[in-house]
């Protein structure tokens, strides 16, 4: 993983029969229950 101001770079290693956009989906899916998890009093205020 790089990270840089405004993006992050990730090398994901996969099951060859998995599509890109189904990792991608995981990865958001991910991302978004955790920053929920630790953010949830804040982010309730604006959404």
């Not at 770079?9 to 990865?27: C, D, G, R, W």
């Not at 991302?31 to 630790?38: A, C, E, F, R």
């Amino acid at each position: 993983m790089e990270t840089d101001k405004d993006h992050i770079q990730y090398m994901i290693e996969t099951e060859p029969t998995m599509s890109i956009s189904k990792v991608v989906n995981l990865i958001k899916s991910y991302t978004t229950y955790h920053i929920w998890k630790k953010h949830t009093e804040y982010l309730k205020n604006h959404f």
